[in-house]
């Protein structure tokens, strides 16, 4: 991880964390100088808290038990009143509550002094993700058209069905896959078939509804990601391969374009390998996107990559026509 990325997102996360608790400040001072109701209620709370507290230094370990259960009891009982009074004033239900970015960590990049999964992603996405994932909001389950695929069932595609009746089936897969996705028992997907089937596009579907909810994703092209790989060997960097192996989804695209060699294919079947190794301690999911088929992985790679890929993950054959064509005439 680049140091400088880490500190410069830190800085912007202070600076949107002051900023907002300062936007909440004044939130209350308005409604505090406009309701009568509001300032009662605080002052009431204030008194309670202040009351609350002299009396803890008077009291038995037991009657200090007690005496916060009645606090909880009470300060909730405000807490439903100043409700009431948000409703009647026609305000937000959060209008006195911090709107922060990510509600995790509240802004401060951290949880439990570990980075949170929101700056993870940032990072992610400024080291790795910017030329290779796509629009998430435009490439998403609403706008996926399967009018794109024809509902015509042809021999020269190997199925009794249709390309159409084809992706309901994998989009279903890939649905049950973000559903069940912290089961170590789920599979990762492998994603096959040519060009212009829309497997990228599903990938970035997934990928979108995992970072909603604060999944890690990083997105990175085979021969990209094993160059990169090489590189940070070059560079007695071991931060690239960290991450690989444990950001929450890996998506690996266009599997089979890459110049293979030794090394390369050692660092792959590592990834691959290890990610599945990782059930068991922290759920590590990936994608595979690829033109091959699985003979052409048993061929290219050898058995123990193939048979990995058979054992842990649900292959899901894309076929039909070139979709790219009829959305340029749409």
Not at 244 to 250: E, M, R, Y
Request: glycine share 4%.
């Amino acid at each position: 991880m680049d140091s400088s990325i880490l500190k410069q997102l830190l800085t912007e996360y202070d600076s949107k964390r002051t900023r907002e608790l300062t936007d909440l400040d004044l939130r209350k001072q308005k409604l505090s100088e406009t309701s009568v109701e509001y300032r009662n209620l605080e002052k009431e709370l204030q008194e309670l808290s202040l009351s609350s507290l002299k009396n803890m230094l008077f009291l038995s370990q037991d009657e200090k038990e007690k005496n916060v259960k009645e606090l909880e009891k009470k300060t909730l009982k405000i807490s439903k009143e100043k409700e009431k009074l948000l409703e009647k004033l026609k305000l937000p239900k959060d209008y006195l509550s911090p709107h922060f970015e990510c509600e995790l960590c509240g802004d401060t990049g951290y949880i439990n002094n570990q980075l949170c999964s929101c700056i993870k992603q940032k990072i992610y996405d400024l080291e790795y993700n910017q030329a290779n994932i796509g629009d998430v909001q435009k490439e998403n389950f609403d706008t996926f058209d399967f009018s794109l695929y024809s509902d015509k069932v042809e021999p020269s595609y190997g199925s009794s069905y249709s390309p159409r009746e084809n992706m309901k089936k994998i989009v279903e897969i890939s649905k049950n896959f973000i559903k069940n996705f912290d089961s170590p028992d789920e599979k990762n997907l492998m994603f096959c078939g040519q060009t212009g089937l829309g497997k990228t596009f599903l990938s970035n579907c997934i990928a979108k509804e995992l970072l909603e909810k604060n999944k890690t994703v990083l997105y990175q092209t085979a021969p990209i990601m094993l160059d990169m790989i090489i590189k940070s060997m070059f560079e007695n960097n071991s931060t690239l391969m960290d991450n690989l192996l444990n950001v929450d989804l890996l998506i690996i695209d266009d599997l089979g374009t890459e110049t293979l060699s030794e090394v390369k294919f050692t660092k792959l079947f590592n990834i691959i390998n290890t990610r599945i190794l990782n059930q068991s301690q922290k759920i590590t999911k990936t994608i595979i996107s690829t033109n091959l088929e699985i003979k052409d992985i048993f061929n290219n790679y050898d058995e123990r990559l193939g048979s990995r890929i058979v054992g842990n993950y649900n292959i899901c054959k894309f076929f039909g026509d070139d979709i790219r064509l009829k959305k340029k005439k749409k």
